[in-house]
Structures are given as structure tokens and as C-alpha cells.
């Protein structure tokens, strides 16, 4: 039996992902049999309070998406609801665990497993009353949402202070870029294919994009944005995390500590900035009032819970460089922000201009080879290639070829979230973050933060609905490269 308990059970976090994620998976029929969900939070709710929140929150999904509404009926929805019930917990309350632990059975084989979707200021007060109420025996889980920690030395001392009540593999760091089908298949295009191999490394590529643009601004979530940043919010995590797999030489095997054990080198590798560096090397921005698909779009400093006078970044291009072997001299940009142009996750891989043109300078389309991993909003995999276009004469052209994903594939799309949870459910830490890589992608960020601290003149300003400030194009530009959307 699984006793789910989601800390954080009113917030945005569970509301938008967590209950919609648990209730797909009910209805797919992937819970156990015997599984329970108890939403905990400080308001003061009753079972059917929480019961109706729960309703409304897999209500707006199903009318949101396709996906996770296959399958739902009332009836279905009824059954839910009737295995969820609600405890009221202020975190640092010691009696107030009590309910709580009257509710769980820890006994024989059965596993709680808790979901801390609350602020990493509440990892360790709750984690102690867990312990304190004996309920983290060896069959618990837990599982914590980002961010952890606001920089290095807070997240070693949130991870050390869990590791005196739990075990390395009792803790599920989520990172919910792993549970995305896409990035999954990056590592089996990588290890299971032949051809890329060879090319896969500083003769061949000549620099590597990894982007991840929004449309939505910082929505309900101001307050917590504003004291986060995209830094934080996004680089530390998702797309270090990208980083991390595009670079890892080859694992032993597939198992978890393999892979982590690679992942983990390439952040140790990442070239640490220099305070001037991270000036010449980083680009970040705050947007503007502006508009999103023709529609009007208030500031940044505009939002509710954002002061009016905020130097919070709501933007971020960076060019890494990892030093080993196979990476030396080779810019991995990364960029990320919200209010952009349109909604993606891409990862392009720009290979090396071949050395001689036989067809002269003057063709048009001379850009070289790339292979574009997309991950949203359509996932694919497309290999540019040049041809000849038909016709008189050789001029050539770029052409894609294109593996997209929903046409060559009909099984069930998982959500991210409802994967990492059927995953932390079942044991697998694969698609989890360990300690050591955590503490490898702050080491890489610390320096980052620092010199931003000292310098409020860096941000830049940028116009909702584009692409970012003129800086980031020009990160690429000095190493005679572009984003994807320039060419
Ligand atoms: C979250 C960030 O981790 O990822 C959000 O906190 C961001 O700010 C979200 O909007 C993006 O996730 P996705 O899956 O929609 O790209």
C-alpha cells in the first residue's frame, strides 16, 4: 500500500501538476490497489474542503488537456476522491502530526512516501517532525520539489541535515525535465545509435543551444518568483540538468547511479566564471509591458507580489564551456525566459562548417549542419541537411529530416510529473537528482549569483513577446553563431 501525502496540498504547485498527475495515474490504473492520498497544508480545511479543491484542480486539467482526461468518468472521479482526505499541519507544530500519524500505516511492506511541494525553508522542520513521529522507516520516501536551496551552502546543509534521518535513496529530488519523454529519448539517441558517436565532440560540433523559452509570465506565483529569479528557478536545475545528459561521456549501464555518476562529472567540469567572466559571459533581463500573441501583457514589476523597483531576472543567457576532453573550446549557450516570442524547449547541436565549399560562397542557406531536439511544444527530432533544390543549376537548400514524435508514435503521452511520481512510487531513482549533482550545478551558479549581487546595473530590460535583449544574440554573434529563430 502507498500512502501519498503531498505538504504543500493547497499551493499552485499541487494544484496545477501534483493532484492532476496522481489522477491520471488513478485512472490509467498504475496506483496501487490500496493506495491513499492525504493532502496536508496549514489552512484550516476539512476532508470535503480539500475533496472540492481536488475536484476543481483535476476538473481545469481535464478541460486543459486530452491526455489526462482519457479515461476520466464521474465515476472514476468519485472513487478518487473518496481515497483523498486532508490534514491541517503548521510545519513547525510538532502536535500537529499527530492526525497525521494516526492516518498512515507504516506497518510490514506498506510505504508512505511525502511530497514536500512547499519552499526549502520547510524541508528540514518537516523532515524532523516525520522523524519525530517515526513515521520515515526505511520503506519511506520523500520526495522534494525545487528549488533546493538558494545556493550551495544552503543546499549542502538542507541535504546534510536530511541525511541524518534518511538514506540517500529514500530522498527523490525532483526535477521534472527528467520525467519529459524527450529527454529521455536524448539519452537513448545518444547511446543507441552509431552514427552520432563520432561526431559527438569538439572536431565535429561547433557549439551547442539550449533554450527554453515561455510565453506566460510569473503568473499567481510573484512573491516566490521575485525572491527566486531564473537563475534559480530554471537554469540551476532544468537546464543544467539538459546540459548535464547532451554532455555525459558514455554510462556503464542504464541504472541510476550510473548515469548520475556521469551527469554529476560534466557539472564538476563546467568552467567556474571569474567575476569578469560572468560580465562578459551572462546576459539576464526583467521583461517589459508588451504583448504575447497580439494580446497586451503588463510588466514584470507590474505583477501582484512583485515590488514595484524589482531587480529580479526573469531572463537568463549564459555561454558555458566545459573543460575536459571532449567539450574544451566548445560554447554551450543556454538561455531561458518568460514573456518570450513563443513557448519551446529546444536543444540544438550545431555541427562544425564543412572545411571547403565546391559550390561556392555564394549559395544562400549556408549554415551548417544541426540536429534540433525539441521537447515542447511538439516533440521531434529533426537532422538538417543540405540539398540540392530542384531545378536548373546547384543551388542548395536546408532540409529537415524530420522525426516527429506524435506521428511516429500513438501510446499514451505521460506528463512529466505523473512519470517522476509512479517512479518515486515504485523505487526508481533514475530520473532523480543526487546529492553530488545537486551540489555541482549551485557550485557552478554560486559565482554567478555573487557577481550579479554586486552589480544591479546588468539587467536588461526586454519587450514582452521577444525574443530577449539584444545582448543575448550578441553572446552568440561574437562566436559567429545565432539562436535557432535568427536564421
Ligand atoms: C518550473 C518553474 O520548474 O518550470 C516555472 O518553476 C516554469 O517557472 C516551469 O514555468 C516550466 O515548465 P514547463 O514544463 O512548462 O516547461
Same mark, same amino acid.
Given at each position: 500500500m502507498?500512502?501519498?501525502?503531498?505538504?504543500?496540498?493547497?499551493?499552485?504547485?499541487?494544484?496545477?501538476?501534483i493532484?492532476p498527475?496522481?489522477?491520471?495515474?488513478?485512472?490509467?490504473?498504475?496506483?496501487?490497489?490500496?493506495?491513499?492520498?492525504?493532502?496536508?497544508?496549514?489552512?484550516a480545511?476539512?476532508?470535503?474542503?480539500?475533496?472540492?479543491?481536488v475536484?476543481?484542480s483535476?476538473?481545469?486539467?481535464?478541460?486543459?488537456s486530452?491526455?489526462?482526461?482519457?479515461?476520466?468518468?464521474?465515476?472514476? =472521479?468519485?472513487?478518487?476522491?473518496? #481515497?483523498t482526505?486532508?490534514?491541517?499541519?503548521?510545519?513547525?507544530e510538532?502536535?500537529?502530526?499527530?492526525?497525521?500519524?494516526?492516518?498512515?500505516?507504516?506497518?510490514?511492506?506498506?510505504?508512505?512516501?511525502?511530497?514536500?511541494?512547499?519552499?526549502?525553508?520547510?524541508?528540514?522542520?518537516?523532515?524532523q517532525?516525520l522523524?519525530?513521529?517515526?513515521?520515515?522507516?526505511?520503506?519511506?520516501?520523500?520526495?522534494?520539489?525545487?528549488?533546493?536551496?538558494?545556493?550551495?551552502?544552503?543546499?549542502?546543509?538542507?541535504?546534510?541535515?536530511?541525511?541524518?534521518?534518511?538514506?540517500?535513496?529514500?530522498?527523490?529530488?525532483?526535477?521534472h525535465?527528467?520525467?519529459?519523454?524527450?529527454?529521455?529519448?536524448?539519452?537513448?539517441?545518444?547511446f543507441?545509435?552509431?552514427?552520432?558517436?563520432?561526431?559527438?565532440?569538439?572536431?565535429?560540433?561547433?557549439?551547442?543551444?539550449?533554450?527554453?523559452?515561455?510565453?506566460?509570465g510569473?503568473?499567481?506565483?510573484?512573491?516566490?518568483?521575485?525572491?527566486?529569479?531564473?537563475?534559480r528557478?530554471?537554469?540551476?536545475?532544468?537546464l543544467?540538468?539538459?546540459?548535464?545528459?547532451?554532455?555525459?561521456?558514455?554510462?556503464?549501464?542504464?541504472?541510476? +547511479?550510473?548515469?548520475?555518476?556521469?551527469?554529476?562529472?560534466?557539472l564538476?567540469?563546467?568552467?567556474?566564471?571569474?567575476p569578469?567572466?560572468?560580465?562578459?559571459?551572462?546576459?539576464?533581463?526583467?521583461?517589459?509591458?508588451?504583448?504575447? +500573441?497580439?494580446?497586451?501583457?503588463?510588466?514584470?514589476?507590474?505583477?501582484?507580489?512583485?515590488?514595484?523597483a524589482?531587480?529580479?531576472?526573469?531572463?537568463v543567457?549564459?555561454?558555458?564551456?566545459? +573543460?575536459?576532453?571532449?567539450?574544451?573550446?566548445?560554447?554551450?549557450?543556454?538561455?531561458?525566459?518568460?514573456?518570450?516570442?513563443?513557448?519551446?524547449?529546444?536543444?540544438?547541436?550545431?555541427?562544425?562548417?564543412?572545411?571547403?565549399?565546391?559550390?561556392?560562397?555564394?549559395?544562400?542557406?549556408?549554415?551548417?549542419?544541426?540536429l534540433?531536439?525539441?521537447l515542447?511544444?511538439?516533440e521531434?527530432?529533426e537532422?538538417?541537411?543540405?540539398?540540392?533544390?530542384?531545378?536548373?543549376?546547384?543551388?542548395?537548400?536546408?532540409?529537415?529530416?524530420?522525426?516527429?514524435?506524435?506521428?511516429?508514435?500513438?501510446?499514451?503521452?505521460?506528463?512529466?510529473?505523473?512519470?517522476?511520481?509512479?517512479?518515486?512510487?515504485?523505487?526508481?531513482?533514475?530520473?532523480f537528482?543526487?546529492?553530488?549533482? #545537486?551540489?555541482?550545478?549551485?557550485?557552478?551558479?554560486?559565482?554567478? =549569483?555573487?557577481?550579479?549581487q554586486?552589480?544591479?546595473?546588468? =539587467?536588461?530590460?526586454?519587450?514582452?513577446?521577444?525574443?530577449?535583449?539584444?545582448?543575448?544574440?550578441?553572446l552568440?554573434?561574437?562566436?559567429?553563431?545565432?539562436?535557432?529563430?535568427e536564421?
Open positions: 502507498t500512502t501519498f501525502v503531498l505538504f504543500g496540498g493547497t499551493g499552485d504547485l499541487a494544484k496545477r501538476k493532484i498527475a496522481l489522477y491520471s495515474a488513478f485512472v490509467n490504473g498504475r496506483l496501487d490497489a490500496n493506495f491513499s492520498f492525504i493532502g496536508v497544508a496549514r489552512e480545511l476539512d476532508d470535503a474542503d480539500f475533496r472540492q479543491r475536484l476543481a483535476v476538473s481545469a486539467s481535464i478541460e486543459g486530452s491526455a489526462n482526461g482519457g479515461g476520466s468518468t464521474p465515476a472514476t =472521479l468519485q472513487a478518487f476522491l473518496a #481515497l482526505s486532508y490534514c491541517k499541519i503548521d510545519a513547525r510538532a502536535a500537529d502530526f499527530e492526525p497525521l500519524k494516526q492516518r498512515i500505516d507504516t506497518s510490514g511492506a506498506n510505504a508512505a512516501l511525502f511530497y514536500l511541494a512547499t519552499g526549502p525553508d520547510l524541508f528540514i522542520p518537516v523532515v517532525q522523524a519525530a513521529h517515526e513515521l520515515v522507516g526505511d520503506n519511506a520516501r520523500v520526495v522534494l520539489e525545487k528549488p533546493l536551496g538558494r545556493d550551495a551552502q544552503s543546499a549542502r546543509e538542507i541535504n546534510a541535515a536530511l541525511r541524518t534521518y534518511l538514506k540517500e535513496k529514500q530522498i527523490y529530488r525532483i526535477d525535465y527528467l520525467g519529459k519523454e524527450m529527454v529521455q529519448n536524448l539519452l537513448v539517441l545518444r543507441a545509435n552509431s552514427f552520432l558517436e563520432p561526431l559527438w565532440n569538439r572536431k565535429w560540433i561547433q557549439d551547442v543551444q539550449i533554450s527554453i523559452s515561455e510565453q506566460v510569473v503568473e499567481s506565483r510573484g512573491d516566490f518568483y521575485d525572491h527566486t529569479g531564473a537563475l528557478d530554471m537554469v540551476q536545475n532544468h543544467l540538468q539538459l546540459l548535464s545528459i547532451v554532455a555525459m561521456e558514455p554510462p556503464v549501464n542504464a541504472n541510476p +547511479d550510473a548515469i548520475r555518476d556521469e551527469k554529476v562529472k560534466v564538476r567540469g563546467l568552467h567556474k566564471f571569474t569578469e567572466e560572468v560580465s562578459k559571459h551572462t546576459v539576464r533581463g526583467q521583461y517589459r509591458a508588451g504583448a504575447i +500573441d497580439g494580446k497586451p501583457v503588463i510588466s514584470y514589476q507590474a505583477e501582484p507580489g512583485v515590488p514595484a524589482s531587480r529580479t531576472e526573469t531572463f543567457a549564459i555561454r558555458a564551456e566545459i +573543460d575536459n576532453w571532449r567539450w574544451a573550446g566548445v560554447p554551450f549557450f543556454l538561455r531561458t525566459g518568460k514573456r518570450m516570442a513563443s513557448r519551446s524547449a529546444e536543444i540544438t547541436i550545431n555541427f562544425k562548417p564543412i572545411p571547403y565549399s565546391i559550390f561556392g560562397t555564394n549559395q544562400r542557406n549556408l549554415r551548417s549542419n544541426r534540433v531536439i525539441s515542447q511544444p511538439e521531434s527530432v537532422l538538417f541537411l543540405k540539398t540540392k533544390e530542384p531545378g536548373e543549376g546547384i543551388r542548395l537548400s536546408d532540409v529537415a529530416l524530420n522525426l516527429d514524435f506524435a506521428e511516429a508514435s500513438t501510446s499514451r503521452r505521460v506528463e512529466s510529473y505523473e512519470r517522476l511520481l509512479l517512479d518515486a512510487m515504485h523505487g526508481d531513482l533514475t530520473l537528482v543526487r546529492d553530488d549533482e #545537486l551540489g555541482a550545478a549551485w557550485d557552478w551558479i554560486d559565482p554567478i =549569483l555573487s557577481a550579479w554586486g552589480d544591479s546595473e546588468g =539587467l536588461k530590460s526586454y519587450i514582452s513577446g521577444s525574443w530577449g535583449p539584444a545582448a543575448a544574440s550578441y552568440l554573434a561574437q562566436c559567429g553563431s545565432a539562436w535557432g529563430e536564421y
